[in-house]
């Protein structure tokens, strides 16, 4: 959907690169394209024919903002892109990515997703040496790092720089004819590694590889800085081992469900959170169905675990477009119904149960459960195939634009009774980890448990560097 | 989806009418936007205020053409609006509607669906007593002839008219204080009448009416014509009784399941298509799965019919839009995955049942069905829930840009080798008319059966006004 | 200039048309654009190759609404086009001319320049007839007239035509393979043929010739209509002589400089205009000067017969567009500066005359003057080269938007001390005639003697079709 | 004029700032729009209250970059706009200015006109400190040596980076609170202070003070800093005093007429230039003429001590744009007259005199001359206002994209022959700087004699940061 729905999680980004193939950017078009669940924000393509770089960028979607035309112009055959949710706040063209400068006269760019969590420590640090500035994101920062130890070569550069930054990051740094992957020690965020024809392919999910028709070969390893150029590939890794801390919510929520993520399918991970929600929590309801496209998979895990009949009772409007314009105040109960209507003829007078993948704000929730009683649904219950959100993330996740995550401050009960529900119920965490193919002590949890891996920067709370 | 899929038939129009609501413009906004999936190449609203008559059309979607500011001029309480798919294959402005002409200094608009079969016939009259034209368009026929009796009254200038045009039309025209509401004799398609606040509104489909909030009434009725004006409600209808002919194919593929049509639930009616489709074919298959959204509900009725996991086996990419740059040559199997991305890890080695709602050209049938293969299904079959298409439509749908009916020249064993399936079935005639509630005699089935309610031109074969 | 001065005339169209040229879209786009100072609301070519007929038109100006793509797509060898500034207020794209309609399945088109007298009448006619109207101009009536009769064949349809309308009108009527240009029997608006290639050329004005690098032929006589087809060249004109009446404000105001209007050159006709003036009104003053462009030559000629030193003492900015923003109320007096700030070294202690070719309503007038008072000017005296303005013209110029002729109700010392002047003196009608080659009998001086040659529709005063 | 006249010098940029004013963004707008002359590639606005800081730029022209909207959203009392044409052929809009960055959180911007001859060895030594760049501009460069030494004030390190940089620079540089005028010691390019109400403005010209009623002040001292912020005006000037080199092409071509630069009204000084060239070359012909608007005012001082009668002989097309389409191969023609074009009734047999401000590469002179000869003028002479140009310019002016100056290889006699013109003379240089007030070693004449007051870059020749 292209509108902006305040009460779901927005991720920071999506990345895809390109190594030696002749229609490189075209590649990564539709590499981004198929990223584009991960930022819809701005998009941008750097290309590098090994002369000359070249690059678009603009606010928008990929199709919107890319053409045969301009596609054309972006010659040579190693290629970055990058879509881009913004986690602080400010969408200006700017701060797209993939962020390009000038060093020594030659082209460095950088695509990154994630969040550091000692930036503004190092701004600091590089500003009192008469660093200026033009953007407020993190990867400028990794860039003026890189800058200082340049002398020293690429590599060393980057060893050094990723001595210095702390977080979540995945990133893909090009210049002029090389391309490096790196992944920080944790491995909170994806990056795959892929085949294609004689050239190298590099993405958040591996969802884009099937578009272009890629072989995935392997995840960047937590910690890897992977190198390729004319000389092939190398790579670097860490002497010493972090503990790991992959993201759950790529597998609960930003993954594709066709996207393989930390080595599992995220559309049968969905599916077993269902099959172990109903083995949990059985309900005696005439119909189940999940909000499209939120709970769909656990909704067919649970209907296929319980016999309980699977229905599809809400309809969607294929056509919801970034630029809707609202009702007006008299009209203020459209909002409801402009994306989803309900079927009443189907649940007029049935027990209906709600299958949910996140509960963020509840507002959403709350609108379309009473839009479900006012056609007559009997009763309205809801699982949600995750334990409740109580903690921010500090890594890379905007869970919501106003800080209210229902679940601080509210208990389960009353959740419940501010959507309006007849029953609600969580997936215990126990159960959730069951779900994954991960060991526990090798996920981030801490939107659930408060058990941060990395801690956060002095200046606490939400990270944020605008002025 | 804003793509053209030239294997899907298309519809000619959607209507929505407004009259006494301070913001009508806004609801017919809202109302066209819920009947977008009608038809994606024009838009148009036409608004007048008792004195003045306001108008905005353009090429492409509902939510692109308008914004708060073009509404915000669209002032007045009664409109009219429409979206629009050709059904002659010419794609200019000058055929948006609603149609609007001066007519002794004061507008008379015209929103119409379907199509005449008697068009060109009158025309030519027309034109040998000097008439000129603007468009192409049967409306603007329509309107002619209401012009050369107006001096009679608009009422019976109406009448007159509706002697003489033959085919499939619903319509609606507005002149400046009145709107008045026609449907053909045969009641081809649809037209309903709902009331909202202290003001009525005509739809297409009643799906827009939940959206705005409306009450639905009842359908106009086949034959009817119905005037709305300050004096309040008037309905005529014809002495005469034609045989009933409702668009079977209303049902089946162009209504939104959340609409009633005919009296009927489409979702539900789709359902029960299933079910049957369930009771005529089982299957031995592993699961079972819809491409998304053509077989959705279809396949929801087959699963609770015969205890069959339903899968969404398919991953849809919800940004796809309508100017996405097409793969060079080399990439020329990546149309394949740009829509529909197959889970992999779903559906290897499984036995796979696809449902679907029609084959047209089955092209695209085809290379979905070389995707799941490629991905390692063990076997495909495939069942559609209508029997085969067999015959053009002279009453408002285009099956085909190309006339490429598959079932017209191929038997069903042959479309299952061109598509490359280990089976495939139809439902039969029979259990497609017992999925209804409508009696046979009173539905139109000339797609499948050739026999034609009402007889066309004397041009013969598909009606085109086109030099 | 692109903005709108409301103090200055306004012209209804020019005309541009080409037959038998491979290239005549081009062409025609180049002759609206020689002739895009006659009108600048709206422009349109329609084009024919034999076959199909093409059209293009807009609002704004002729290289805003044409690029490379557009003339690509306007194939043929007979080409229409237009430029319109709307005569009756109402600037909407549906009055963008050619106005094309289908009669018989073909395409009529036409371009017109002047105004009817008695359009409101026929009109009226036509509908108690059953005719519709699309627009509110006269072309489209033009075109009923010429339908209403075509049986009888294009030409015979066009002589019966000019028998039903009175005014002004020059135009030209394009069939798919026939252009026929028309020129009321009064010849109020000019028409040129020329000749280009193998090709003929119409042009409302000459300097569209010298762009095009056609050669001049001759002007469309006076009620002649002229057939030019595959057969050739055609002329029928009227039997019976009507007096001439040639527009003499196209030599005065609308005509370029370097065009050649009623066989007299509109430059040396305008400098005579000054000669005449210097010799009728001698002045002792330090410099004179025009307001650029308004009055250039006649101050050249005036500079010329007095040896006053002719200076450009306000300096234009040439960068001033359409979408200029206005001065806030604080800055109100940046209006008279952000088109022509005058020079203060220049100007200071000096007396200055101005040569102007009109005064409508005088406020810009006013508005200049004292801006040249504030640096300092010690007098300022203006000449006006032609007598006031004292009525409107029914003959396609709309002096003023709010039919505030200052000379129609104010003397000429009541205009000098409104603007604010030393002296003011308006050239003599009879100077005014004999710096033409025209004989007064067949001139059209009604706006400044009142004598209007064509008596108007009954319904008087300004002709409005508006409802 | 819009579009692009490779045959004309090019500027690098306009300035405008305005300090405590409430409509400090709408101010700086009409100041840009005044200085469009100076720039049409780009243009930006950046704007604080004091304690944020917005800013707006885009590739185009004032009107059409900027609209009410976007004036609106620029909130603040303290402005800094730009335009800029690029002295080194890269069009982009990252090279637009103002340029912005961050520094310890604070917005610096700076706008700036003329080019450093030392940019590249200054660029290198900061890189090799680990600085990285955004664009290829002198003002970066500028920016960082700021930021190096900003600790130990604004002030120091404003002056430390006048001890740096060498060249011709005139600019304005914007923190939060302060506004800092700067130009380089020899005083090259203008810049200028004025007061509007209880505000200061700085701008390039001093028209466009007329524009926004400004009272001008004084220029800016070649060498001085001028810092306002809340605590007044204060005025750092060198110690040292260098030569002065104002440049002289300022007043022949830059500067509008209605301008004073260097103390010196503009259209006084070129009517001058005009007077002395009757006085060393006078001609016997039947008219003279400029081409509009390049020799207008020479060709009054002319006219004016020649006797010999001015005339505007060439119509210029006041709709020229940017967009404007190119005649076909077979129209090659139509470009002489697509913006000019001769009155061929004036012009035919006469013996018609040119007046010229500069020749640079000659083609665009040769192009016209052959119009006129082709209309049928008996005898062309050309008079050139100023001496051969026969030197590039290190110090802002691009004089040509080929670097194809005329006179640099050709003799006046292989000129005139090349160009087609009966005699060709220049104004010599002693009569050049007889029209200035200016002392000649005030003056940089380096165009003319190759005499560069400053020296230039090591690495020679134009100075270029392109890769």
């Not at 002749?22 to 394209?33: D, I, N, R, S, V």
């Not at 409801?336 to 709600?354: G, M, S």
Request: proline share 5%.
């Amino acid at each position: 959907m292209y509108e902006i729905d305040l009460d779901r999680p927005k991720e920071a980004c999506g990345i895809f690169a390109v190594y030696n193939h002749p229609e490189a950017a075209k590649l990564t078009y539709f590499g981004l394209y198929a990223l584009q669940h991960r930022g819809q924000e701005s998009a941008g393509i750097v290309v590098s024919d090994g002369k000359e770089v070249r690059e678009h960028k603009a606010m928008g979607l990929v199709p919107d903002i890319f053409d045969e035309q301009i596609l054309e112009t972006l010659k040579g055959s190693i290629a970055l892109g990058h879509v881009r949710y913004s986690t602080t706040g400010s969408s200006l063209l700017v701060n797209a990515q993939p962020f390009r400068v000038l060093y020594a006269g030659k082209s460095v760019s950088i695509g990154h997703n994630g969040n550091l969590v000692n930036a503004r420590e190092i701004r600091r640090e590089l500003e009192s040496e008469g660093s200026i500035f033009q953007t407020t994101m993190d990867s400028e920062v990794v860039l003026h790092l890189v800058a200082k130890t340049m002398r020293e070569g690429l590599e060393k550069s980057i060893i050094k720089t990723m001595g210095k930054i702390r977080g979540a990051y995945s990133m893909v740094i090009m210049a002029e004819d090389t391309l490096i992957a790196v992944r920080d020690p944790h491995g909170f965020r994806p990056l795959c590694l892929g085949r294609l024809d004689s050239g190298y392919v590099l993405s958040s999910e591996t969802c884009a590889f099937d578009l272009v028709g890629a072989r995935y070969m392997r995840d960047i390893e937590p910690g890897e800085i992977l190198i390729i150029d004319k000389a092939g590939m190398k790579s670097i890794r860490p002497e010493k081992r972090f503990p790991l801390a992959h993201c759950i919510f790529e597998l609960i929520y930003f993954a594709r469900p066709d996207s393989n993520v930390f080595n599992q399918n995220v559309y049968i991970f969905r599916k077993e959170q269902g099959r172990l929600l109903a083995e949990e929590f059985p309900r005696d309801v005439d119909l189940l169905m999940p909000f499209p496209d939120s709970g769909n998979y656990a909704a067919l895990g649970y209907a296929q675990a319980s016999g309980i009949p699977l229905e599809m009772g809400v309809i969607r409007n294929h056509y919801v477009g970034r630029t809707f314009i609202q009702p007006s105040q008299s009209m203020r109960d459209f909002g409801i119904r402009v994306k989803l209507n309900p079927v009443r003829e189907l649940l007029r007078d049935k027990r209906v149960l709600i299958i949910e993948d996140s509960i963020i704000r509840g507002t959403t929730a709350r609108t379309r459960i009473r839009g479900l009683r006012e056609i007559g649904a009997r009763e309205v219950h809801m699982l949600v195939s995750c334990p409740p959100h109580r903690f921010p993330c500090h890594y890379g996740i905007d869970f919501s634009t106003r800080g209210e995550l229902i679940a601080a401050t509210k208990s389960i009960e009353e959740i419940r009774k501010f959507i309006g529900l007849h029953s609600l119920d969580y997936l215990h965490i126990d159960n959730l980890v069951r779900a994954t193919t991960v060991p526990r002590d090798e996920l981030c949890l801490a939107c659930f448990d408060g058990e941060y891996p990395v801690p956060i920067d002095e200046s606490g709370g939400k990270f944020c560097l605008e002025e």
